[in-house]
């Protein structure tokens, strides 16, 4: 059964979805006064991604570059590295710990353009560029030699998130949030002043909504809901030894398809997207084999261990929803691949400007809601999903074709060019054309018997030549075409002079 609420509970801001973005929020704005009430149509969940904390959109700045101005960008990364910051404190306030360090972002052979492409946003957002490693450094660090290319940064912190969601609502409740768990929105009024939303057992009236539920606040907000698609995923682990011990950070590919995956000592923790949701432990470690194989061929047999598929929502942008809708309402969904970062920057940019009348949300105004087209939406994901895995294929293939070609003329001989067989005849009239004994113009000389030819024929220098030949390095070379006919050899000729 729902628990209930009171018929028209007051409070300042009504937050509407448990998530780590509402749950944040509601934090921050109970610790400067503010009276919070929390909707969850469930109950808490854990968070099971990686706790990562690096600032930036995404983890990829050549996106955020190619869909707004670099003044936009720029300033949406400066917020973002603010609320970074604020997050580690708070975390380490909290208790959380830190199980790692630093952003791997790495590139097969046919990926490295797009690593290119980060180096050059960066360049243009004016931020300092990251350290390149390449084959080797990668293979020793991570023992794969799939990865042609990589970037570190070694600034990003993770944190163990297991009971990041459960610790926040502790939090939250200490600084005097109400949170009503498996109460759903089921509408909402949010054109007046003052807010109403409406629950099975009665309504919650404030001043401010924010909503953080996405999909799941069709209910109250379908502007929100279908702006945004489900993106399923699969992970889950392996106990295997993969990395240097001193590594602890997180490995994310390069593309929309790219994995991400955290190798420890002992310990693999692997996710990747997948074109359909995987549902039952059987399918998801199937799938969960697949995808990691091609980073570690040896775990195509492995044991999958927590194998399970989910879901996220994100837009067709991959870029994070967060800003004013209207006067009042609020939101913050869709938090794409960066999401513990979104999130603090959602909770940071929504205090700011309900308590502090600080506009710098407006900066992410740039990425407004849009229509993700529903099922139609779905199915061109899912058929784009197919098409970028085949040509991702072809593309792996063909550099790997070349690498391989590469290697082979690099490992082979060189070639040397061989001369043209010697006519034994046409030389033997040569030779008699250039002696004087046998009525040959020569240079008009008649040589004594028993005296070599070659020994009495002048050199005049470069201009007088024979044949277009200077005469002594004729007869020199004809010899050595002759005795080089007679001993097998390969000789090349070249005029002197």
Known sequence: MPVGTPPDLNADVCVVGGTTAGLWTALRLAR????????????????????????????WQSTVCGQASKETARATFDL?????????????????????????????????????????????????????WGRMEIAATIASNRYAGATYDPHAVIFDTADLT???AAAARAAGVRILERTPALGADLEGVRKYVHTPAGRVRADHVVLCAGRGAAAIAPWLARALEPEPWVGGGFAVYTARPDFSGLVVEAGPLGARFMPHEGE?????????????EVGAAVTLRRRARAVYPELGRGLAERAAGFS????????PLIGERRPGVWYAAGLGGNPLANAALAADAITAALVDRNHKIADLSAFQPRYAFGLAGRAASAASFWWLRLREGTAEQMAARA????AAEAASPPILPVAAPVNRGRL?????????RHGGAGQGHHAPAGVPVAHL?????????AGGMPGSALLHAAHAEAEAAADGSRVHLHAVT
Not at 403 to 406: C, I
């Open 166 to 168: 459960f610790i926040l």
């Open 312 to 319: 996220l929502s994100r837009t067709p942008s991959g870029l």
């Open 80 to 132: 973002s590295l603010e609320a970074v910051a604020d997050a580690v404190a708070e975390f380490e306030a909290l208790g959380i710990g830190r199980t790692g360090r630093g952003l791997l972002r790495v590139g097969a052979g046919h990926e490295t353009a797009a690593l290119d492409a980060e180096a050059a946003g960066r360049d243009l957002l004016g931020l300092s560029q990251l350290r390149r």
């Open 403 to 406: 690498a391989r070609r590469a």
């Open 428 to 436: 033997h009239g040569r030779l008699k054309r250039s002696d004087p």
């Open 32 to 59: 400067r006064g503010v009276e919070v009430v929390l909707l969850e149509q469930g109950t808490l969940a854990p968070v099971h991604r990686a706790g990562l904390l690096s600032p930036g959109l995404t983890l």
């Open 457 to 465: 024929v002048p050199d005049h220098g470069p201009g007088a030549v």
């Open 268 to 280: 693999l923790s692997f996710e990747a997207p997948t074109a359909s949701r995987v549902r039952g």
